[in-house]
Every structure is written in structure tokens, then in C-alpha cells.
């Protein structure tokens, strides 16, 4: 399990509190690139063996899973966490699922019905790249919501998250805390990237000029949110490599603790071992 020296645990590090820390700063664990890159090499086999252990459990009747929900402001790299965090780990293992604005269709039902139908299936690390908390964030910046509307979805989320954890499902919520100036040095940087423009939305330039409505609607909902069955954790997320260990470790440490087991085999192995090396059939 990652620790820093003085023994202090990665989820205990990251934990939300009511202060933030600081976008380019490092709570907990490498404080340079270098470092950090090593040592998320490393997280990775860890990691993969992990999920291993979680997927086999998963098909011998096991019934548990994880669901890795990614929240930040655009740019904060949520899309880069999954390719280069899940992207060490088995895909066969891996449920993804990105949230946009809600179809027609889904607006029909209501706002959890569309994240009930993408939960992960047992031994499966399911992730949410933009969540239900998009229902609350967005119509709170665009006063969709009134004051009440808001407090019921809520109580309406903590509520199916506690469900979703007695179920066996372990919630890992993270919130990407990146800055207002490296959010601009990336926005400009897709601009100038004929490659990345693709990425870039003018949307992203409005939604910018709401940056301190956003920035208080986090701080609300990581107040409200974070519970003992589905804490919050912050990961300061200008830097990159950082961010990428950050979540690995994350993983990694509920993982443990949750300690799945491969499934006992249900014949003799020894038997079949030595009907294999005995069958004279040429290899």
C-alpha cells in the first residue's frame, strides 16, 4: 500500500475537506515527474494484479465491484486519467462510461435512470467520466434549479450512492482540481494543435466565464457529497503525471483493502496436471 513516510494513507492524504489544495501541489507521495513516472510504472502491475483477482472473483459468483467517478472542470484530464490509469489493467475488466448532456429520451426518466443502466457488473472497476453530478453542477450554474430542486437531488445521490455500496459496488469519487491558468494554457494549446482541436468546443470558453459559479458548486457538493460509504477525494491535477499516480494510488489502496481472491478451483489440479503431462500428445 503507498504511503508516505510518515505512514500516511493516499485516501487519507486526499480526502475532501473544506480547503482545497493546491492545483500544483503534492499532498502526498512523488513530488517530482521523474519520480512519479517510476512510480506509476510500478503502480501499474499492482493494479493489473488486482483486477485480476477482482474479475475471476467476479466470475466464480463474487458479487463486488468498484466505480471510479471522475468529476473536474474541462481540461482537468479526465479522459487522460482513464487512458494512462485503466489503460494499465486488462479492458476485458474495464466498464467506461462518459456522461454528455442528457438525450431526449433520457429527459423522459429521471436524472439517475441514465447512470443506474451503466453501473458495473460484478469483478468489473467501472468508470465515470462525468457523472450524475453533472445534473446538479450544470443546472445550478444555468439556474435551472431552484434551491429545493437542488437539496432533493442531493438527498436523492447520497441516498443511491449508499444503495449502490450496500450492494457491493466500492465508490471512488474524485474530484481533478486544476487551476484557471493551466486550464487556459491547455485550452489554447488544443487551439494551436491541429490534433487536438477535435477536443475543443467553444462551449469550453463559456463555460469558462462561469469559473468561480462552478468553482463554488464543487465546493458545495464535495461538502454535501462526501460520505463514509462514497467519500470525495481531491487530486490536484496541473500536473499531469501527478494526477495519473494520484488516482492509480487510489486505486490500488481500496483494492487492497477490499482483497479479492481468485476462486478455488473445484477439481483436483494435481490430477489435471499429470493427465496433461501424460496425454502423449506432442506439444
Given at each position: 500500500m503507498a504511503?508516505?513516510?510518515?505512514?500516511?494513507?493516499?485516501?487519507?492524504?486526499?480526502?475532501?475537506?473544506?480547503?482545497l489544495p493546491d492545483p500544483g501541489s503534492s499532498?502526498?507521495?512523488?513530488?517530482?515527474?521523474?519520480?512519479?513516472?517510476?512510480?506509476?510504472?510500478?503502480?501499474?502491475?499492482?493494479?493489473?494484479?488486482?483486477?485480476?483477482?477482482?474479475?475471476?472473483?467476479?466470475?466464480?459468483?463474487?458479487?463486488r465491484s468498484v466505480l471510479l467517478v471522475l468529476q473536474g472542470m474541462d481540461t482537468s484530464g479526465k479522459g487522460g486519467t482513464v487512458r494512462h490509469v485503466l489503460g494499465l489493467v486488462n479492458p476485458m475488466g474495464v466498464r467506461y462510461k462518459g456522461f454528455k448532456v442528457p438525450t431526449p429520451a433520457e429527459r423522459r426518466h429521471d436524472f439517475l435512470w441514465r447512470i443506474r443502466k451503466e453501473?458495473?457488473?460484478?469483478?468489473?472497476?467501472g468508470v465515470f467520466d462525468r457523472s450524475h453530478y453533472e445534473d446538479v453542477l450544470v443546472p445550478r450554474v444555468a439556474g435551472?434549479?431552484?434551491?429545493?430542486?437542488?437539496?432533493?437531488?442531493?438527498?436523492?445521490?447520497n441516498a443511491f450512492e449508499e444503495e449502490v455500496a450496500a450492494a457491493g459496488t466500492t465508490i471512488v469519487k474524485v474530484f481533478l482540481h486544476i487551476s484557471p491558468e493551466e486550464q487556459l494554457r491547455r485550452l489554447v494549446s488544443r487551439l494551436e494543435r491541429p490534433e487536438k482541436i477535435w477536443k475543443f468546443a467553444p462551449s469550453d470558453v463559456e463555460a469558462r466565464g462561469h469559473w468561480d459559479a462552478y468553482a463554488q458548486a464543487y465546493a458545495d457538493l464535495l461538502a454535501r457529497t462526501s460520505t463514509e460509504h462514497a467519500p470525495w477525494y481531491v487530486v490536484p491535477a496541473d500536473r499531469k503525471w501527478y494526477r495519473n499516480w494520484a488516482?492509480?494510488?487510489?486505486?490500488?489502496?481500496?483494492?487492497?483493502?477490499?482483497?479479492?481472491?481468485?476462486?478455488?478451483p473445484d477439481f483436483d489440479v494435481a490430477e489435471q496436471l499429470a493427465m496433461l503431462k501424460g496425454d502423449g500428445v506432442a506439444a
Open positions: 504511503k508516505k513516510d510518515n505512514g500516511t494513507r493516499i485516501r487519507d492524504a486526499l480526502r475532501a475537506t473544506a480547503e499532498p502526498v507521495g512523488p513530488d517530482k515527474k521523474g519520480k512519479g513516472e517510476k512510480k506509476l510504472a510500478t503502480a501499474g502491475e499492482r493494479l493489473d494484479a488486482l483486477q485480476e483477482a477482482l474479475y475471476a472473483e467476479g466470475t466464480s459468483g463474487g458479487g453501473l458495473p457488473a460484478s469483478g468489473h472497476i435551472l434549479l431552484t434551491a429545493a430542486e437542488r437539496r432533493s437531488r442531493i438527498s436523492q445521490i488516482v492509480a494510488e487510489l486505486l490500488i489502496e481500496t483494492m487492497t483493502e477490499m482483497a479479492p481472491r481468485f476462486p478455488e
